[in-house]
């Protein structure tokens, strides 16, 4: 299983490294061991936090208090929870 997400039963354990204030909302593609993302959200007042939370809430088609923080909150590495995602992003796939 590749390094940048892992399950934990029907949850997806998810290692990202978020770029803010990019021009669009897009996965980029692998980068080390973490899942490149970047994000229009500035990262101030916890707007990026606030934004990926919205985004992939839409992206894996789950609530927005599905998706966790479990590292990361003030930094661009961060380990998200999706609890049980009903759809999987290409770079991604079920065990």
């Known amino acids: 299983m590749p390094a940048h997400y892992s399950w934990q039963g029907e949850d997806l ?35 990026a936090n606030e934004h990926i939370t919205k985004w992939f809430s839409k992206l894996f088609k789950v609530p927005r208090n599905d998706i966790e923080i479990l590292q990361g909150e003030l930094g661009r590495q961060k380990t998200l929870r999706i609890k049980s995602p009903k759809i999987l992003p290409e770079h991604i796939a079920r065990p």
Request: charged fraction near 25%.
């Open 13 to 47: 354990i998810l290692h990202c490294h978020l770029q803010p204030k990019a021009a669009s909302d897009e996965i980029v593609g692998v980068h080390g061991d973490r899942l490149k993302i970047r994000i229009t959200a500035p990262p101030v007042d916890g707007k």
